[in-house]
Nanobody, 127 residues
Framework: QVQLVESGGGLVQAGGSLRLSCVAS????????MGWFRQAPGKEREFVAA????????LYRDSVKGRFFISRDNAKNTVYLQMNSLKPEDTAVYYC????????????????????WGQGTQVTVSS
């Protein structure tokens, strides 16, 4: 059983920045594929970013490219989402997700790929 705990959400003005953190349990965190998803009120949960065990392999949805950056610190069992130039449309609950299979070749954009989820952290961007 992998447990994930997100933190770092809050209220910011448009154009501001936040860094989300997700701390994972498990001795094999360094092998996990990690992802960030978000869900706005009345909307489906959508992919934001993902990172493989090799930090050189990252994915982002188009709307956050150049603004959001995913990274990981395996020594701390932590994945981060640095969010810059925030827009009101970024307002959502952000969820951390984990896929323990290091070499999983499925669709990393699909929430069904991930086996474990955190409880979410609220990000609100005001105009």
């Amino acid at each position: 059983q992998v447990q994930l705990v997100e933190s770092g959400g809050g209220l910011v003005q448009a154009g501001g920045s936040l860094r989300l953190s997700c701390v994972a349990s498990g001795r094999t965190f360094s092998n996990y594929i990690m992802g960030w998803f978000r869900q706005a009120p009345g909307k489906e949960r959508e992919f934001v970013a993902a990172i493989r065990s090799s930090s050189s392999f990252t994915l982002y949805r188009d709307s956050v490219k150049g603004r959001f950056f995913i990274s990981r610190d395996n020594a701390k069992n932590t994945v981060y989402l640095q969010m810059n130039s925030l827009k009101p449309e970024d307002t959502a609950v952000y969820y951390c997700a984990a896929e323990p299979r290091q070499y999983y070749t499925g669709n990393l954009y699909d929430e069904r790929t991930y086996d474990y989820w955190g409880q979410g952290t609220q990000v609100t961007v005001s105009s």
